[in-house]
């Protein structure tokens, strides 16, 4: 079962640079992805999305990764700012069910002013 | 900036009581959600809900779990006995639109903890 308590990975970054989180995840039959971002004692805030037929998303600020063939995700964010720290977590679907959603333990973000 | 809201931020309760959670979606949105997190560990999926109904639910999601949308803009999530590890954060999200259908960015409240003695 799962452990109580999970450790995060934690990345830490100077303010400005780049930032690259990254997610690997398990079911080749995902078709549908999304990055949210949960500051301490708020919900998950969505970020960014991509669908499986393709590689590469930009947003704001952000981009997402896309790698079907090794199962990996990854979310670039650009000039690292300080109200970028948080927990950063990818999220699975197979379209058509949230029954499938299976979220990610995700990556604690520390920004160094 | 529309949001979800939920009610309250934290409820104590005794094991086997029943609570109800509340939420306050967003208002033009037509689906509803709720997801919880241990402690901890990762945040998972519950339920769905759309058009007075559940559309998907979870293996969490047992008898002892029910949702309602009792009017136009309260959705809730009732455990009728509680049980210690009930004891979680509880997400209320919304969106307009479902992900099979397309982009569904979903909006999450700031969640209830529920503490289960």
């Known amino acids: 079962g799962e452990s109580v308590g999970l450790h995060l990975p934690t990345l830490s970054v100077q303010e400005g640079d780049n930032s690259i989180i990254n997610c690997a995840y398990s079911?080749?039959?995902?078709?549908?992805f999304i990055w949210y971002k949960q500051e301490s004692g708020k919900g998950p805030q969505f970020i960014i999305d991509i669908r499986s037929n393709m590689d590469k998303r930009q947003g704001q600020r952000v981009t997402v990764l896309l790698n079907k063939t090794v199962k990996h995700l990854s979310l670039q964010i650009a000039a690292t700012q300080p109200g970028d720290s948080a927990v950063y977590f990818c999220a699975e679907i197979i379209s058509g069910g949230y029954q499938k959603v299976t979220f990610g333990i995700g990556t604690k973000l520390q920004v160094i002013p | 900036e529309p949001e979800v809201t939920q009610t309250p931020s934290h409820q104590v309760t005794q094991m086997g009581q029943e609570v109800i959670l509340r939420c306050v979606p967003i208002s033009n949105h037509l689906y509803f959600y709720w997801y919880r997190q241990i402690l901890g560990q990762k945040v998972e999926f519950l339920v769905s809900?759309?058009?007075?109904?559940?559309?998907?639910k979870s293996e969490i999601f047992d008898d002892q779990f029910s949702v309602e949308r009792p009017d136009g803009s309260n959705f809730t999530l009732k455990i009728r006995s509680t049980k210690l590890e009930d004891s979680a954060m509880y997400f209320c999200a919304s969106s307009a639109v479902g992900a099979s259908v397309g982009t569904d960015t979903q909006y999450f409240g700031p969640g209830t903890r529920l503490t289960v003695l």
């Open positions: 809900f759309y058009n007075n109904e559940i559309s998907e």
């Open positions: 079911n080749s039959a995902s078709d549908y």
